[in-house]
């Protein structure tokens, strides 16, 4: 079986194609240049123009024909309403022609399906972390449950708007952690963990305010945040008494963040898990896995039931596809 996953939730439109046995024939991966942020029309009118191109390129990357696809998938939510729009057009219209079922998949969820697929992580933690969500995740009694999340914003989106504002262009975090590199002068910045919820407004507030070279400020933001991650992650393995933490994201890429979570890992006696680059940011083959796992659980969707769903939470999945975990 071939399943081709589109993606569209943001600023990156990825077209991916996976077989059965979870090889990645395919992901293509095409972002919308959005030096100052992203513009929700604008990045959909460039998923637009792309989509078409993208899954011929996916197609004869893979080395198959239109009619070798057996079911489409697509980002259903949650993320920005024009570009969820315009991929959801562009898989209906590909489902119909092909005659092939289509699925909706939860964008959150195929962060942690891929990550699951490219490690060696079974029943894991999921720190989440990218531009519009912050979330830790694990499995349990039937759903991918929120155990913790952020309250106002993303961590990404927390970097950028300290970026553009700094005069850092889009997206802010990877040129942000090369400036940290150049610092180990530490400031004190606002450190909000409730629970196992976070949050960085008052710590992006803080930051604009301090009268200090850029590389403190862009260190003492990564240290405080990526503290803050590490501690409700590491309340999130002791509650669930699981023992495995896996990370996806655009966010996770950083090296600084891999190590502190590795380091909190290894101290309790758990494993630490992130997939390759490419699985970690907004991708179709996280899409494409995620539909051949929902379908082969009979999660498909008639055309006339395929709407997006901008607010999509990661805990209203049923995960039919997936075995029973141990509860608490």
């Given at each position: 079986?071939?399943?081709?996953?589109?993606?569209?939730?943001?600023?990156?439109?990825?077209?991916?194609?996976v077989n059965g046995s979870g090889t990645v024939l395919a992901n293509i991966i095409r972002s919308y240049p959005?030096?100052?942020?992203?513009?929700?029309?604008?990045?959909?009118?460039?998923?637009?123009?792309?989509?078409?191109?993208?899954?011929?390129?996916?197609?004869?990357?893979?080395?198959?024909?239109?009619?070798?696809?057996?079911?489409?998938?697509?980002?259903?939510?949650?993320?920005?309403?024009?570009?969820?729009?315009?991929?959801?057009?562009?898989?209906?219209?590909?489902?119909?022609?092909?005659?092939?079922?289509?699925?909706?998949?939860?964008?959150?969820?195929?962060?942690?399906?891929?990550?699951?697929?490219?490690?060696?992580?079974?029943?894991?933690?999921?720190?989440?972390?990218?531009?519009?969500?912050?979330?830790?995740?694990?499995?349990?009694?039937?759903?991918?449950?929120?155990?913790?999340?952020?309250?106002?914003?993303?961590?990404?989106?927390?970097?950028?708007?300290?970026?553009?504002?700094?005069?850092?262009?889009?997206?802010?975090?990877?040129?942000?952690?090369?400036?940290?590199?150049?610092?180990?002068?530490?400031?004190?910045?606002?450190?909000?963990?409730?629970?196992?919820?976070?949050?960085?407004?008052?710590?992006?507030?803080?930051?604009?305010?301090?009268?200090?070279?850029?590389?403190?400020?862009?260190?003492?933001?990564?240290?405080?945040?990526?503290?803050?991650?590490?501690?409700?992650?590491?309340?999130?393995?002791?509650?669930?008494?699981?023992?495995?933490?896996?990370?996806?994201?655009?966010?996770?890429?950083?090296?600084?963040?891999?190590?502190?979570?590795?380091?909190?890992?290894?101290?309790?006696?758990?494993?630490?898990?992130?997939?390759?680059?490419?699985?970690?940011?907004?991708?179709?083959?996280?899409?494409?896995?995620?539909?051949?796992?929902?379908?082969?659980?009979?999660?498909?969707?008639?055309?006339?039931?395929?709407?997006?769903?901008?607010?999509?939470?990661?805990?209203?999945?049923?995960?039919?596809?997936?075995?029973?975990?141990?509860?608490?």
């Open positions: 079986m071939n399943v081709l996953g589109i993606e569209g939730t943001a600023h990156t439109l990825g077209v991916g194609i959005a030096e100052e942020g992203i513009h929700p029309r604008e990045a959909a009118n460039h998923h637009a123009a792309n989509v078409v191109d993208s899954i011929s390129e996916a197609l004869g990357t893979a080395g198959l024909e239109h009619g070798e696809i057996d079911v489409v998938a697509f980002s259903q939510g949650p993320g920005l309403g024009p570009c969820l729009r315009t991929v959801a057009t562009a898989a209906r219209a590909l489902s119909l022609r092909l005659k092939v079922p289509l699925v909706g998949v939860n964008h959150c969820i195929a962060h942690l399906e891929i990550g699951r697929l490219r490690t060696d992580a079974r029943d894991p933690i999921l720190l989440y972390v990218s531009g519009g969500n912050t979330q830790v995740i694990a499995h349990t009694r039937g759903r991918y449950r929120v155990f913790g999340e952020t309250l106002d914003i993303g961590l990404g989106n927390m970097l950028d708007k300290f970026g553009r504002a700094n005069g850092i262009p889009f997206p802010g975090g990877p040129v942000m952690e090369k400036r940290a590199l150049k610092s180990s002068n530490y400031l004190q910045l606002p450190y909000s963990v409730k629970g196992m919820d976070v949050s960085f407004s008052g710590m992006l507030t803080a930051a604009l305010n301090l009268d200090a070279p850029l590389e403190d400020k862009c260190f003492s933001i990564q240290e405080t945040a990526f503290s803050m991650l590490t501690e409700v992650t590491e309340r999130a393995l002791a509650h669930t008494r699981k023992n495995e933490v896996l990370l996806g994201g655009g966010v996770v890429r950083n090296e600084r963040l891999r190590e502190m979570i590795g380091i909190m890992a290894k101290e309790r006696g758990a494993s630490a898990h992130v997939p390759e680059g490419e699985f970690c940011i907004d991708n179709g083959a996280m899409i494409a896995w995620t539909g051949y796992l929902m379908h082969g659980a009979g999660m498909t969707l008639p055309v006339r039931e395929s709407h997006i769903r901008q607010n999509y939470r990661t805990d209203e999945v049923d995960i039919l596809w997936k075995g029973p975990t141990k509860d608490f």
